[in-house]
């Protein structure tokens, strides 16, 4: 057996309990000698409260230290502007009092597009007065940020809580200060590719300025008119709320603010902005807001939702966002195992992120667990042959960080729910949610309201979410009335939505529905409801459901 010397752990001699320094963090702390190593020589264990790492001297390692960020912070150099940049800023428009106000300097920096030192213009963030990142730019139009910082909105300290204008580049929020309107941001690396797989992990500097943002009581979204600025734009709207939100257009011709200022004036960047009209909002419309799309639909056709890439499945169901779709069966045979194995394709196939409430998959450990095997394609448990290894796992973990939240309060109503939902998709930029099942949330009926019209108001809610917030939902409900099949012992018939207890209302509001039945040898996976006919069709799709990975494979 081994010492804990040997894992760099020092006891100086102690017994039965101590406590020490971690090997693994307190070296990188500010409080290097503090113990925070909690050691139990009795048992032969160890766990660290500030890392988590912990293990046995019989079993090694059981959890790595978790790795905390640690972001470097800029300096800047005399903050001095030459007198090249300063007039290259001019001929933008930007005004010696705006250059002077937003702290806007020149440095000599290394650029790795041309590999060489090279003089650039530096605009700095900050965040409560403390400098938090530079962006350097050079003649020849090259960007780059200090090494290492953190990731922020560029004017975080001009922020105002009546009115905050959103823009995609430094100079754009320059332009706008320079027509006056001081509270304004620019998000940090500009407007991401549309065609950027994980386009939703372009948005966690949402994360930090979150509470801030949520304060705001009007934000207009004046970024560009090219195609990346129109993904982005929607994307904000998604994740602020629509009914915060107001959408600026700048004039024909001309793409973003800075572009407006230099050819038409102070005058008409302050009008885009003053005439800027709300973004629409669920259940309110007119012929223009609509217009785009309609123009779409007739040259293109209706786009359907995407596909998991089980081929004769996607025939008969796609994944559309603003969609809710309830998935029943009976119990026991797989409605959660086959919702799991559909997200993590999602997630595999598209980048997607999931919000999940799964009371019944507690505790959370042994959920994540079944979703591992998913994503690996391995079984967890060595019973099972080529075992996914410790590399495998932690890969996974990693993986299934960046694509899954679980959400599990103490009182999972469906209000809390949505609550915790709406938050996922600010900070998260969820594109699905979870919810399952519905049996096992807690319903509170007020007085005087039916159980059919108790439903019927929380299938409104869930349906109302999924819209405003442009997310896919998934609901798991059991049914109560099952059926025997011919009278024979132990064999049901197919459950409908009709079936699930306390309201016909889960067939007629959802969008889509589907039922998981299991046989013998096979597992049936029957769409029953396809609200709109370019999502899919109603059809059957049969799978082999692999025990030792909790995967579904086309049989």
Not at 14 to 27: D, V
């Amino acid at each position: 057996m081994k010492k804990f010397s040997d894992f760099g752990i020092d006891v100086k001699g102690a017994s039965g309990e101590t406590k020490t320094i971690c090997p693994q963090c307190s070296g990188q702390r500010k409080k290097k000698n503090y113990p925070c190593l909690n050691v139990n020589l009795d048992k032969g264990v160890w766990h660290c409260w500030h890392c988590e790492w912990s293990g046995s001297l019989s079993g090694g390692i059981w959890r790595e230290a978790q790795k905390k960020v640690i972001y470097n912070r800029p300096v800047a150099a005399d903050r001095k502007l030459s007198a090249q940049w300063r007039c290259w800023l001019n001929q933008r428009g930007i005004s010696d009092q705006t250059i002077n106000d937003n702290g806007i300097f020149g440095q000599k920096v290394y650029m790795p597009q041309i590999e060489a030192e090279t003089d650039a213009v530096c605009f700095p963030f900050y965040r409560n007065g403390e400098l938090i990142n530079i962006k350097y730019r050079d003649a020849q139009k090259n960007f780059r940020m200090a090494a290492g910082a953190e990731r922020v909105l560029y004017g975080l300290d001009q922020i105002a809580e009546d009115c905050l204008i959103w823009v995609e580049g430094e100079i754009d929020k320059l332009s706008l200060y320079e027509a006056g309107f001081k509270s304004c941001v620019s998000v940090p690396d500009g407007a991401p590719s549309p065609s950027t797989r994980n386009y939703s992990s372009k948005f966690d500097y949402l994360e930090t300025s979150q509470a801030m943002i949520e304060k705001i009581k009007k934000h207009v979204i004046a970024v560009d008119e090219d195609e990346p600025g129109q993904k982005l734009r929607a994307e904000l709207v998604r994740r602020i709320g629509a009914e915060k939100c107001y959408i600026a257009r700048w004039p024909a011709g001309c793409k973003d603010a800075n572009e407006v200022l230099m050819r038409l004036g102070k005058d008409v960047v302050i009008e885009a902005i003053e005439f800027a009209k709300p973004a629409p909002i669920e259940g309110t419309f007119s012929v223009s807001e609509v217009f785009d799309d309609l123009m779409e639909l007739y040259q293109n056709g209706e786009v359907g939702g995407l596909t998991s890439g089980w081929p004769e499945f996607d025939k008969l169901y796609t994944v559309r966002p603003g969609d809710f779709t309830v998935v029943t069966g009976i119990p026991s045979h797989g409605k959660s195992e086959f919702l799991d194995a559909l997200i993590i394709k999602l997630a595999h196939k598209h980048g997607l992120r999931f919000a999940l409430c799964s009371p019944e998959n507690q505790p959370i450990h042994l959920h994540v667990k079944k979703l591992a095997e998913k994503w690996a394609g391995r079984p967890f448990f060595e019973k099972f042959n080529d075992r996914m290894s410790v590399d495998e796992l932690i890969s996974s973990c990693g993986d299934l960080n960046n694509h899954f939240t679980f959400i599990l309060p103490e009182s999972p109503t469906i209000d809390c729910i949505l609550r915790l939902a709406r938050a996922s998709v600010l900070r998260d930029g969820i594109n699905g949610l979870v919810i399952d099942p519905w049996n096992e949330l807690e319903h509170s009926r007020p007085p005087g309201l039916s159980e059919t019209e108790y439903i019927s108001d929380s299938l409104r809610k869930m349906r109302q979410f999924a819209r405003q917030n442009n997310i896919h939902l998934w609901v798991v409900a059991h049914p109560t009335k099952l059926q025997k099949r011919n009278g024979r012992a132990n064999e049901y018939e197919v459950p409908t939505p009709y079936d699930i207890a306390g309201s016909a209302n889960w067939r007629n509001k959802a969008d889509n529905c589907l039922t998981v039945y299991r046989n013998p040898e096979t597992v049936d996976v029957l769409v029953q409801k396809i609200r709109v006919k370019e999502v899919g069709r109603i059809g059957m799709a049969t799978f082999k459901y692999k025990l030792s990975t909790g995967e579904f494979v086309p049989a």
